[in-house]
Every structure is written in C-alpha cells, then in structure tokens.
C-alpha cells in the first residue's frame, strides 16, 4: 500500500519559515508536490516538481516557496520562506504514479501568526 508521510508544519510567526518534507513508499512518481487548504477555502496547487526536476508553482508562492525532490530517498521537500498570515492551512503532500493514479498526505497544519 501507497503511504505518504508528511512533517514539519507547525506554528510559526510572520516573516519565519517552515520547511515540509513528504516521503513517499513503495512507488516511483512521475509528479510529486503539495497542496494547500485554508478554512473555508478549496484544495490549491503550491507547487509541483517532476522526477526530472520540472517546477510548477502557484503565483501566490513563486519565489518564496522552493519546491526540490530527492528521487533516492523518494522525498519532496517545500521550503516555505517569508511565510505570511494567508499561508496558513493545512498543507498536503501529492503524488501521481506514471501510470496516472494520484495520492494524498493526510495533510500538516502550517499556521502563521501576525
């Protein structure tokens, strides 16, 4: 069984930084990234990176976010810099096999305070 497992989210102060990491089992993934939700919203892209290290961010993150992968360790990592108020939510870790079939983190809480 496919299994995800997220880590480090947590409480932060505005202007610090966070930094997620999401280690997946099992399986190589074409495509891996994280997610975002905050209250009351919808599931959004933060960013995605491609096993041949292709990037995709969300505007609201480009710049402040690096996303980077360790394809041995099956490992993504969101470096989360000048974290802001609006960052917070709960983060989720993706994955999409080669064959198409996608997988989600249980999520982190990432809260920032003002």
């Known amino acids: 069984q496919v299994q995800l497992v997220e880590s480090g989210g947590g409480l932060v102060q505005a202007g610090g930084s966070l930094r997620l990491s999401c280690t997946a089992s099992?399986?190589?993934?074409?495509?891996m990234g994280w997610y975002r939700q905050a209250p009351g919203t919808q599931r959004e892209l933060a960013a995605t990176?491609?096993?041949?290290?292709?990037?995709n961010y969300a505007d609201s993150v480009k710049g402040s976010f690096p996303i980077s992968r360790d394809n041995a360790k099956n490992t993504v990592y969101l470096q989360m810099n000048n974290l802001k108020p609006e960052d917070t939510g709960v983060y989720y870790c993706?994955?999409?096999?080669?064959?198409?079939?996608?997988?989600w983190g249980q999520g982190t809480q990432v809260t920032v305070s003002s």
């Open positions: 990176i491609t096993i041949g290290k292709t990037t």
């Open positions: 099992r399986t190589i993934f074409s495509v």
């Open positions: 993706y994955a999409r096999t080669i064959s198409q079939i996608d997988y």
